[in-house]
C-alpha cells in the first residue's frame, strides 16, 4: 500500500527551529541508525554555494565523511542537477541518487531501481533553452543551465538592477511554453516539466521501493525546492533545514551551515 500524499505541514521560521546538533536529539539519530535512510541536497547543504554551478565541488573532508556515513547507512543524493553531474562531484560508490528535482531516480548499486519522469518533454526543454540563451544573452552574469530535464536562469552574477528584467524574460518563455512549470531557488529561475512530481515524490518512491519506513528517513535541505521532502517526512521522518537566514520551513530542526552538516553526519557515521 502506498504512503499517501501528506496534508500542508506547519510551517514556522527557520531561525526558530530547534538546532540538530542539540544532544537532546540523540533518540533520532538512534532511529535513524537503526533502519533509516540519509537523504541529502548537494549545493548550500554539503557544498557552499558559489558563483557558478560548475564551481560547486565537493570539500575532501565532506567526502570522507560521507563515505564512512555510507559504509554504515544508505544515503542518497537528492539534487536539481543531474544524476551524472551530482555523482561526478560526490565521486563515491555504493550511493543512490535523485536528480533532476526528483526525475530521474537511480536506486542503490545491485537494487534495479530506476525511474525517468520528463522524457516526452525533451523537445520542450530543448527550445525552451534555445530562447532563454537568446532571450538572456544581452544581460551581463545571466548564466542559462541546461540540465536533462529542466533549464535554470542563474542570477547570482547579474547586478540587482537587472534582475527584474531576467525575471520577465523568464516569464515570457515560461508563457511561450505552457506545458513547463516555472519554479525558483536562490537566484535562480527554473524551467521544468509541469507534472505533478517533485522531490517529496521521489524520496518517498524511493524509501517505498527500499521497504523503508519514513519515520526513521532523514532529509537535510537548504532550498525551497527542499520544502517538498520536508512536507512529506513532517509528521513521520526528520527534516532538517540549512538556513542562516528567516524564511517559512516545514523542517523541525535547524543547521547554520555545511560545516555542520558534516559534523552532523559524522555523529551518524560514528
Known amino acids: 500500500m502506498r504512503t499517501p500524499i501528506p496534508g500542508p505541514a506547519t510551517e514556522r521560521a527557520t531561525l526558530a527551529l530547534p538546532w540538530a546538533l542539540d544532544p537532546g536529539h540523540e533518540d533520532r539519530w538512534r532511529r535513524v541508525r537503526a533502519g533509516g535512510v540519509v537523504c541529502l541536497d548537494y549545493d548550500g547543504t554539503l557544498t557552499p554555494i558559489v558563483e557558478r554551478p560548475e564551481l560547486a565541488t565537493l570539500p575532501a573532508a565532506m567526502r570522507a565523511t560521507l563515505r564512512r556515513l555510507a559504509a554504515a547507512l544508505p544515503v542518497a543524493i537528492v539534487s536539481g542537477r543531474d544524476v551524472a553531474v551530482v555523482a561526478g562531484f560526490v565521486q563515491l560508490d555504493g550511493l543512490a541518487y535523485v536528480g533532476s528535482h526528483g526525475l530521474d531516480i537511480v536506486g542503490f548499486p545491485g537494487s534495479g531501481l530506476r525511474r525517468e519522469l520528463g522524457l516526452d518533454f525533451v523537445p520542450e526543454l530543448d527550445r525552451a533553452e534555445r530562447r532563454l540563451r537568446a532571450e538572456t544573452a544581452a544581460v551581463a552574469g545571466a548564466i542559462v543551465e541546461r540540465?536533462?530535464?529542466?533549464?535554470?536562469?542563474?542570477?547570482?552574477?547579474?547586478?540587482?538592477?537587472?534582475?527584474?528584467?531576467?525575471?520577465?524574460?523568464?516569464?515570457?518563455?515560461?508563457?511561450?511554453?505552457?506545458?513547463?512549470?516555472?519554479?525558483?531557488?536562490?537566484?535562480?529561475?527554473?524551467?521544468?516539466?509541469?507534472?505533478?512530481?517533485?522531490?517529496?515524490?521521489?524520496?518517498?518512491?524511493?524509501?517505498?521501493?527500499?521497504?523503508?519506513?519514513?519515520?526513521?528517513?532523514?532529509?537535510?535541505?537548504?532550498?525551497?525546492?527542499?520544502?517538498?521532502?520536508?512536507?512529506?517526512?513532517?509528521?513521520?521522518?526528520?527534516?532538517?533545514?540549512?538556513?542562516?537566514?528567516?524564511?517559512p520551513t516545514a523542517a523541525e530542526l535547524r543547521l547554520s551551515h555545511p560545516g555542520e552538516v558534516r559534523t552532523l553526519l559524522e555523529r551518524l557515521a560514528s
Do not use: M
Open 147 to 247: 540540465k536533462r530535464f529542466s533549464v535554470s536562469t542563474h542570477v547570482r552574477l547579474v547586478a540587482p538592477a537587472e534582475r527584474a528584467r531576467v525575471d520577465a524574460l523568464v516569464g515570457r518563455v515560461r508563457r511561450a511554453h505552457p506545458s513547463l512549470r516555472r519554479e525558483g531557488g536562490k537566484l535562480v529561475h527554473e524551467l521544468r516539466p509541469d507534472i505533478e512530481w517533485d522531490k517529496g515524490r521521489a524520496v518517498r518512491w524511493l524509501l517505498e521501493a527500499l521497504g523503508r519506513d519514513l519515520s526513521s528517513a532523514l532529509f537535510i535541505g537548504d532550498d525551497l525546492t527542499d520544502e517538498s521532502v520536508f512536507r512529506v517526512l513532517a509528521g513521520r521522518g526528520t527534516g532538517i533545514v540549512v538556513a542562516d537566514a528567516d524564511r
